[in-house]
């Protein structure tokens, strides 16, 4: 794959252009469940959803992203197994397609910067993210913390859509977990895959069930 060496300043635009909400990987049309959620009362408050979004950070599927994104960047274990890994832990078929299908957009959309990225036939997001930093040589602890603010940034736009959520409210939620997102990147950044895994079981069934649920805004 080309390796092109990023100054700090090349890598932060990269990663600010990568990780925005313009950027085409199809973000927007998934929520994780956050939409079920939602609609069963479960989240009913501003407090409710920064929790939520606290618990997928430090415990649930971001956690998982992160640990497979700085897996991917090191690359101690060859892509394609990492990739396995990742499609198996998605818990839900709607929670497969989003991270599958973004990372495919993902990929596709980085080649500007990244011309030749090792084919999988099915690459997470998280993985897609994670060897495309490597590629551009933007050193892991600079990327972490800006996918951990991605990641919490989509639920929160996800929120604001749905109508459930202020610009105001989203602002502060994302001010409040601000230090939730850096420490919790950096503790993936020495995670290994045995660190793998998630207490949010409840989140998880949400998932399957936005699965039957009309009518309904995402995919997830």
Known sequence: MTIERCTNSTALVRLATWLSPAFPTGAFSYSSGLETAYADGVI???????????WSLTAG????DLILCAAAHRQNE????????????APSKERFSETIEQGSAFIKAAAPWVNKIEPQETCPLPIAVGMT????????????PVFAQAQTSNLVQAAMRMGNLGQHQGVEILASLEETQISTANKAVT???DDL????????????????????????
């Open 44 to 54: 009913k408050t501003q407090s409710d959803l920064q929790a939520w979004i606290s």
């Open 61 to 64: 599927s971001i956690w998982n």
């Open 78 to 89: 060859t892509i394609a197994d990492l990739c396995e890994l990742g499609c198996a832990l």
């Open 133 to 144: 930093a490597r590629a551009s040589e933007i050193p892991v602890d600079m990327l972490m």
């Open 191 to 193: 995670a290994t895959l």
């Open 197 to 220: 895994g998630t207490a949010t079981l409840f989140a998880d069934l949400l998932t399957l069930k936005h699965e039957t649920t009309e009518p309904r805004i995402f995919r997830s």
